[in-house]
């Protein structure tokens, strides 16, 4: 069974905790109202947002990674296992600290092949669509963010398991 978490842990997580819901929601909102905004443009004024649909693409992995990790972080995040089905859930439990570990280490691994080839699309994007380049940051960031959730949630009692206040 994971240990309990230490006080700074604890603030950590809940700071980070804190991050990933005001940045999943604020790109939520954004991507809401830029389509909104689209849509209004196309149909009633015959014309379009300027790179709407490049920045409406980029809010759209925003929201997937960062509602990801908080998927992680409250343990409602997409499972496939097979063996959880034939298993008490008890048994479960004592499964599930080595694989967050294990997602933590693809995850991270993710994050690394994430940043090289972004570093490799900045090096020759040109200097008008290097805004998109820097949007294109939530790849890493995010693998790595999912990586730092499944440690956390692997080396310390999930936010599942933690007895209610």
């Keep these: ?3 309990p978490e230490p006080a700074w842990i604890c ?14 929601g604020g790109s939520l909102l954004l991507l809401l109202a830029l389509i909104f ?14 790179s709407a649909d490049i920045l409406s693409r980029y809010l759209v992995l925003y ?4 509602g990801a990790a ?3 972080d409250n343990d409602k995040h997409i499972r496939l296992d097979v063996i959880a089905a034939c298993l ?28 090289r080839f972004w570093y490799d699309d900045w ?12 949007l ?8 790595g963010l999912l990586a730092l959730n499944f440690l956390l949630s692997g080396l310390f009692v999930p936010r599942s398991d933690r007895p209610s206040p």
Excluded at 11 to 24: G, P, T, Y
Excluded at 37 to 50: H, K, M, T, W
Excluded at 88 to 115: D, H, M, Q, T
Aim: proline share 7%; charged share 15%; hydrophobic share 55%.
């Design 11 to 24: 603030n950590f997580r809940h700071a980070l905790l804190r991050m990933e819901i005001v940045v999943a």
């Design 63 to 66: 929201v997937t990674f960062f």
């Design 37 to 50: 905004g689209q849509v209004l443009a196309r149909n009633f004024f015959d014309s379009s947002i300027p």
């Design 123 to 134: 090096q020759y994007v040109s200097e008008h669509e290097r805004w998109s380049s820097i």
């Design 70 to 72: 908080l998927a992680v």
């Design 88 to 115: 008490p859930i008890e048994r479960c439990r004592k499964f599930r600290p080595p694989l967050y570990l294990v997602s933590a280490v693809v995850c991270a691994i993710f994050a690394w092949a994430a940043g």
């Design 136 to 143: 294109a940051l939530v790849m890493p960031f995010g693998f």
């Design 1 to 3: 069974m994971p240990a």
